[in-house]
């Protein structure tokens, strides 16, 4: 099995109880040339959202106590411009589209706005916290930049299944 960039040996087995399902996908959604998307990515957006509430609820109780910090509520919801956001009171935004993202870049994410409890700024103080959890968290950010436009290409069920296809 190839793994793809940005998984570490140590998390394969726990991670591929988990989601073999979801491995899959995402090996598909990476492979996948820009301007398609997966066929077997059609399901209703609803239930990427549901998918994307569960997941993204239980990676953030699994950093928040490694980080040693708290948080609020987590809401679910489309952002046009931003993949997370943290509110001085520690209740945390993701944009269910993250869910499409490979799992390395959805902790990056995550870890990204659970720093925000430490640090309310984008500070050397932050980037550290950031790199202290997540070493290679620069590779995952670049990937956001470059790919992230096509965690946009799923438009759902309204308007039909595969873009362009
Ligand atoms: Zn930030």
Same mark, same amino acid.
């Given at each position: 099995m190839t793994l793809p960039r940005g998984w570490s040996l140590q998390k394969v087995p726990e991670v591929l109880q988990q989601r073999a399902g979801w491995i899959r996908k995402h090996l598909s959604l990476l492979q996948a040339t820009p301007g398609e998307f997966p066929a077997h990515l059609s399901r209703p957006e609803t239930a990427y959202r549901e998918e994307a509430r569960r997941y993204f609820t239980q990676r953030t109780r699994y950093w928040a106590e490694r980080m040693g910090v708290t948080f609020g509520r987590i809401?679910?919801?489309?952002?046009?411009?931003?993949?997370?956001?943290?509110?001085?009171?520690?209740?945390?935004?993701?944009?269910? !589209? &993250?869910? #499409?993202?490979?799992? @390395?870049?959805?902790?990056?994410?995550?870890?990204?706005? *659970?720093?925000? !409890? &430490?640090? #309310?700024?984008?500070? @050397?103080?932050?980037?550290?916290?950031?790199?202290?959890? *997540?070493?290679?968290?620069?590779?995952?950010?670049?990937?956001?930049?470059?790919?992230?436009?096509?965690?946009?290409?799923?438009?759902?069920?309204?308007?039909?299944?595969?873009?362009?296809?």
């Open positions: 809401t679910i919801r489309e952002q046009k411009t931003r993949w997370g956001s943290c509110s001085r009171q520690g209740n945390l935004n993701f944009n269910w !589209r &993250l869910i #499409l993202a490979p799992p @390395p870049v959805i902790d990056y994410v995550i870890v990204h706005e *659970l720093a925000h !409890r &430490l640090h #309310l700024n984008h500070s @050397p103080a932050f980037w550290a916290t950031v790199g202290r959890h *997540l070493p290679d968290f620069a590779r995952h950010r670049r990937w956001l930049k470059e790919n992230g436009h096509r965690l946009w290409q799923y438009t759902g069920e309204e308007k039909g299944d595969v873009p362009g296809g």
